[in-house]
């Protein structure tokens, strides 16, 4: 009964959403236009722009005998003064020729006689000229605002790599792709997405390497968000993404520009979302995860050594506190009987089962790291110390944990810090929490559940329609020349096979004509 109440009070629920097209506030589908007259358009604009003390009117004198009247109107803050008062305000002054297109000297002119479009681009920086008796606006480019310096991202720092990172504005940031990439086939199509923000999406690829589907499929998605605004790249990727209730991340973000423009290379889309300093890139796979441009800087012994470090990182993060407490709670006889008296030794005075013990080790670490980063740098690496050592120390002699479990979780914290990407990093610590429950319920074959239980989920996963698990399932042996090893580079001619390149071969046999 209780099922047939829920499901009439949903079924109640949904007749009564409203559409989102028809909420409040949202602007009309036909668009109105300028009046020829000034005096009305400049009313219509304080009418639907109130309570805007940074939007500022300048009135000119143009034409021969300087009776034509004019209106300049600009968002304070969200122009470039100088541009204004040199390439605007000064040639008009000075020619006063209605002439405007040859009179000022900005780049980016656009004639408009839409409001909806004058009043968005006045947000975005513009500055609006509005001449009586004509009913066509002009709009001229003049954005400019606070900005920081182009620094290497903190938290995605390269040893051999470039020491430039994204910043907030979006042009600059496909500036510094195009750095990378000074070619015609690096294409971008533009995507304006939320009823209120309207934030601005680009979306660059290889249009000679990327493949057709993904871009429509990756375009279509953008357009179908319906939402106020997208403040952050995080926010559309979880928008987008195909598994949403999944923790595994399917698309990566990043602030390094090297490393945009490696994946557009291999085939991958970029996308450079305004006001955020991260890109979006897609389709990812598991093992892209485990991927540093470093590893292609170094000798290929080092950086296959370092990226197999990776991958037992990652099996250490999610299965060694679980077979710490399966081995105590169910599998003493794996245990040598000198490990054993060393345990019992170090635990005969800790009152609490093996998995409270870890639980509660594991909640105090995600707390002193997530207080280290929300702090101050200074404050920051003292929580840490504090938390790490003394804390840790005072727990064992007061009884609370053992020192095995203190160096389980170290262990544990180090290995999740060698995988590359925070968003794996942040998943695998999560994953390890049900692992440690099904060993303390079943002990080893808790784990095994455990472990065959997510292979199966990951290979069923998806990431804009590629495999997650690709090459490995499904097997694709060309790829395998930079999964768990890195050959040398000139052993790697093709792109990777799972983002089904147009272009296959990424580089011509140098290496093999030199031997010759």
Known sequence: MEIFRYLRKQRKLQSQIVPFEAMEGDPPKES???????????????????????LMFRTLRLGEDRQEEAVLVY??????????????????????????????????????SSWDEIEDRLYRGFTLLIVDRSSMAYLFETQGWPQRAIEEPQSETSINGAHQGFSEIATQNIALIRRHLPNKQLQMSKVNVGIRGKTE?????????????????????????EIDSIINTGELAECIEDHP????????????????ASHLLQGRIAAVVDCSPNVLISPMTFFSYFQTLDDYSSRWYVSSFIRLLRFIGFLISILLPALYISALSFHYELIPLEMIITIGESRYKVAFPPLLEALMMELALEMIREAGIRL?????????????????????????????????????????????????????????????????????????????????????????????????????????????????????????????????????????????
């Not at 680009?202 to 179908?224: M, N």
């Not at 089904?500 to 004509?513: E, V």
């Open 376 to 516: 101050p740098a200074p404050i920051g690496q003292t929580v840490g110390i504090v938390g790490g050592i003394v804390i840790g120390q005072a727990a064992v002699e007061a009884g609370i944990v053992s020192n095995i479990m203190v160096i389980v979780v170290s262990l544990t914290a180090i290995a999740s810090f060698i995988i590359p990407s925070k968003e794996m990093g942040a998943a695998i610590r999560l994953i390890q929490f049900p692992m440690m429950l099904m060993a303390a319920m079943f002990g080893m074959i808790g784990i095994s559940i455990g472990i065959m239980s997510l292979i199966g989920y990951m290979v069923s996963m998806k990431s804009l329609g590629t495999p997650y698990m690709t090459p490995l399932a499904p097997f694709r042996l060309w790829d395998w020349r930079d999964l768990l090893i890195r050959l040398p580079i000139w052993r790697m001619d093709f792109r990777p096979q799972s983002n089904k390149p147009m272009q296959k071969r990424r580089q011509g046999n140098i290496r093999h004509k030199e031997d010759n």
């Open 32 to 54: 109105p236009q300028l009046s020829n007259n000034l005096a009305e358009n400049l009313d219509y604009l304080k009418q639907n722009i109130p309570n805007s003390p940074d």
């Open 201 to 225: 999406i680009s979306v660059l690829y290889l249009a000679d390497v990327c493949h057709p589907s993904f871009i429509h499929e990756f375009l279509e998605r953008i357009r179908r968000i």
């Open 245 to 260: 209730y999944s923790p595994l991340p399917q698309f990566q973000l990043t602030e390094r520009p090297d490393n945009v």
């Open 75 to 112: 968002n304070d803050g969200m122009v470039d003064k100088n541009s204004l008062n040199n390439n605007v305000i000064r040639p008009l002054i000075e020619t006063g020729s209605l002439d405007i297109l040859q009179c000022v000297s900005i780049a980016n002119i656009k004639l408009s």
